[in-house]
């Protein structure tokens, strides 16, 4: 369109912006990527080489023998952002189609009750949370990082879900009511089928919420190293001597990777579906 | 349906069904999640406030009632690490919505390869925060790190400069790594946004000869103003919060120029094992947060009526 056209020096004001703005983006990956290249010898080297002849891929498959349990790291972090999101939407979906389509007593205060475990976060309660797990019996097991990681991230959830279910048109799950369908067939039938792209959506943000930040429920409340996942793994590399900097990273790269991939090819889902839903108002 | 003669019998059915169990449906479908959620934050929670009243470490508790709190506000550390923690989330959250909305205004810029660089800022976002702070340990370091090595290559530094090993220094750069972890999702969100913006608008101030500043000024910021402001207010919660990144780059440290509230909490009960004092700077960062959200929703709730949202 006419309005959209730049002149030459705009565009090149505008290229050399998102490229100064991309370059503080992707400098660390960059800089991680080119430390899993070096040689040691090259990493402590003085005076200081961004780049050097005997770059190799060794480190890509020295830090398997150096960490066996490297690849369990990975699917381990896979598997517990996974259960985290399954389990957050079975309690956010009920909940959003509540705050979003009925009336009921206390529903403002309830909600404020769920958006303010917003200003919680695991470190806060980290020792009463501790013993909870230990009543239920959970530490050291893979539940022990999936049940704080479900009910920090519940109220987000029903936030960003709500919005979605509002714009869907009441008339369809009248029509079913009418028909005499109960209001669960209809939730299920009706509302959560024409609701799929913003589950997607509220999915991946919580997937991403969930894979983020493993840290610290990982290394207070579990301490089998089979069930770590790849952030508390990484400590591995830190030896008493000195710290394999490059394998080290080329775990952490290769770790993220599969996960990295998918969600750059759901950006352009998740910018779309942020604009229809809870953006909005 | 087809039954004439009781037309008004299902209208009749339908409002004593909805009357009767509307409200009980709609708690039944929120119990789960609140009862879940009342076990795992609200219990913790309340332990939290009773354990601020006790001497609780790892041999046992006895109650000491407000000592405490007493010792908490006695001395000057304690305000002095509050305002440190205002100040680091009013930096860092001026500097994420900031970037953000540059970085979301380029990213919107109708020019080839947008689709690839809207790709190319996810990283941060969607990595674990743990790992991105590995890489940022590695590009402070003084010795052998990039950031260091570079400057001296450029001319700009003489020798190695440890980032993390001064006061300052160590905290503006955890405001930096910070701030790199937050700035992909106010990006997007802003992003989505901008893109919500009915186009209309632009191409009626288009045609009234508004250059593309004045439509930035008085077209794009109005209309996403709401989702700046509520996206100010999570993002200042969080930030205040932020624990992985201050932990992992300095651990609060050096002599304590890093330490913002949640670590000084969290210092206190893991570190020392000082379950009672710790849960008294729990509280405290509740109170303190609370506080600050009501205010905040007071003058979001001002902005949306300025700009017309219901």
Redesign the interface.
């Known amino acids: 369109?006419l309005?959209?056209r730049?002149t030459l020096l705009q565009?090149i004001g505008?290229?050399a912006?998102?490229a100064l703005?991309?370059t503080?983006?992707?400098?660390?990956?960059a800089?991680?990527f080119?430390?899993s290249l070096s040689p040691m010898s090259h990493?402590?080297s003085?005076?200081?080489k961004?780049w050097g002849d005997n770059f190799s891929f060794q480190a890509y498959s020295d830090m398997w023998v150096k960490v066996p349990l490297l690849g369990r790291y990975i699917w381990n972090?896979i598997y517990i952002a996974t259960m985290v999101t399954v389990i957050t939407m079975?309690?956010?979906i009920?909940?959003a189609?509540?705050?979003a389509r009925?009336?009921?007593?206390f529903?403002a205060m309830?909600l404020g009750?769920?958006l303010?475990?917003?200003?919680?976060?695991g470190?806060?309660?980290?020792?009463?949370?501790y013993?909870?797990m230990r009543t239920l019996n959970l530490l050291n097991t893979y539940w022990a990082m999936i049940?704080?990681g479900?009910?920090?991230l519940?109220?987000t959830g029903?936030w960003l879900l709500r919005g979605y279910l509002e714009k869907i048109p009441k008339e369809l799950e009248e029509a079913a009511?009418?028909?005499?369908a109960s209001?669960l067939y209809t939730l299920r039938r009706v509302v959560l089928p024409l609701a799929t792209p913003g589950l997607i959506v509220v999915g991946t943000s919580i997937y991403?919420g969930a894979?983020?930040?493993?840290?610290?429920f990982a290394v207070?409340f579990n301490q089998v190293a089979e069930l770590q996942?790849?952030?508390?793994g990484?400590n591995q590399f830190i030896g008493y001597q000195t710290v394999e900097?490059n394998q080290?990273?080329a775990a952490?790269l290769t770790?993220?990777l599969p996960?990295?991939v998918v969600?750059?090819?759901l950006?352009?889902y998740?910018?779309?579906?942020?604009?229809a839903g809870a953006?909005?108002? | 349906?087809a039954d004439v003669t009781s037309t008004a019998a299902?209208a009749a059915a339908?409002a004593s069904r909805k009357g009767l169990?509307?409200?009980w449906?709609?708690?039944a479908?929120?119990a789960?999640?609140?009862v879940?959620?009342g076990?795992?934050?609200a219990?913790?929670?309340v332990?939290?406030v009773r354990?601020s009243f006790t001497d609780a470490d790892l041999g046992g508790e006895n109650w000491v009632g407000l000592a405490n709190y007493e010792k908490m506000l006695s001395g000057a550390k304690f305000f002095e690490i509050v305002g440190r923690t205002f100040f680091w989330m009013v930096l860092s959250v001026g500097l994420k919505l900031i970037?953000g909305l540059?970085?979301a205004t380029?990213?919107n810029?109708?020019?080839p390869g947008r689709?690839l660089?809207?790709?190319?800022?996810?990283?941060?976002?969607?990595?674990?925060?743990?790992?991105?702070c590995?890489?940022?340990l590695?590009?402070y370091n003084g010795?052998?790190g990039?950031l260091?090595?570079?400057s001296?290559?450029l001319g700009l530094l003489d020798g190695p400069f440890e980032f993390l090993a001064y006061k300052n220094s160590a905290f503006y750069s955890a405001i930096v790594t910070d701030v790199?972890v937050g700035?992909?999702m106010v990006s997007?969100?802003f992003?989505?946004?901008m893109?919500?913006v009915n186009r209309d608008l632009?191409?009626a101030a288009?045609v009234d000869g508004a250059g593309r500043w004045y439509r930035f000024r008085r077209i794009t910021i109005p209309q996403i103003m709401?989702?700046i402001v509520s996206m100010a207010l999570?993002s200042a919660?969080w930030t205040f919060?932020s624990?992985?990144i201050i932990y992992?780059l300095t651990q609060g440290g050096p002599r304590g120029g890093t330490t913002t509230m949640?670590i000084d909490?969290?210092k206190t009960?893991?570190g020392n094992y000082k379950?009672g004092e710790?849960?008294a700077r729990?509280v405290a960062?509740?109170v303190i947060?609370?506080v600050f959200?009501l205010l905040y929703l007071k003058v979001l709730d001002r902005v949306n009526k300025h700009y017309g949202?219901?």
């Open positions: 369109m309005m959209d730049y565009k505008i290229y912006a998102i703005f991309l503080f983006i992707l400098l660390p990956f800089e991680m080119r430390t990493l402590f003085q005076p200081y961004i972090s079975v309690f956010v009920p909940a189609y509540a705050y009925l009336d009921f007593p529903k309830s009750i769920f303010s475990v917003n200003m919680f976060t470190a806060v309660l980290l020792i009463p949370l013993r909870v049940v704080p479900v009910a920090f519940i109220p029903i009511y009418v028909d005499g209001r991403i894979y983020a930040q493993q840290y610290l207070t996942p790849l952030p508390a990484l900097w080290m990273m952490a770790g993220v996960v990295m969600f750059l090819f950006q352009k998740l910018v779309a579906g942020l604009t953006v909005k108002e | 349906m299902p339908k169990s509307e409200g449906f709609a708690w479908l929120i789960p999640a609140l879940f959620i076990v795992i934050v219990w913790p929670l332990e939290t354990l970037v540059i970085g380029l990213l810029a109708a020019v689709a660089f809207r790709m190319m800022i996810m990283p941060p976002w969607v990595i674990p925060i743990a790992i991105g590995i890489g940022w590695w590009l010795q052998f990039f260091s090595g570079m001296q290559r790199w700035t992909p997007l969100f992003l989505a946004a893109q919500g632009y191409e288009w709401p989702v999570l919660i919060n624990f992985e992992i949640i909490t969290y009960a893991i379950f710790g849960a729990a960062i509740v947060l609370g959200s949202v219901k």
